[in-house]
């Protein structure tokens, strides 16, 4: 099971709203350079930014090879942040919380052997209305 799925077709919305944002990080960081008295590369990355944002909010369909370039390009690194976060959640959170239940002798399964107990079984009341069993949700 893929975290992350590329897409190969993207529509022309997406393409759109890839040309928009393009347009505005590539730019921003062409200023940034430029503010920086680095003046090629901010020449270059507001070359790139007008180039393929304009051209991608006119004619979509011209900046697919760009978008699905840049996705492969940055597909990498989603991989690694999001196994990272997934990490990150687990040990310090789930874990925590865990070993604060078991501590404070907390168990909300009910997995307790009591070997003098007859039965594990807990009677349940059943629904009313038989119609109720269509409503699951």
Do not use: C
Not at 75 to 84: A, D, E, N, R, T
């Amino acid at each position: 099971m893929s975290l992350i799925r590329i897409n190969h077709q993207p529509s022309r919305k997406d393409l759109r709203v890839f040309a928009v944002l393009w347009l505005i990080f590539l730019g921003g960081f062409g200023i940034l350079a430029y503010n920086k008295a680095q003046v090629v590369a901010a020449i270059v990355l507001l070359g790139l930014a007008l180039v393929v944002g304009l051209l991608g909010i006119i004619l979509p369909r011209s900046v697919r090879l760009v978008y699905v370039g840049s996705a492969y390009a940055t597909y990498p690194i989603g991989f690694v942040v999001s196994f990272l976060l997934l990490t990150v959640i687990y040990f310090l959170i789930l874990t925590p919380i865990g070993l604060i239940m078991r501590v404070l002798g907390h168990d909300p399964l009910s997995r307790k052997f009591d070997p003098n107990r007859p039965s594990y079984w807990q009677p349940k009341e059943g629904q009313k209305n038989p119609a109720s069993y269509f409503k699951q949700y």
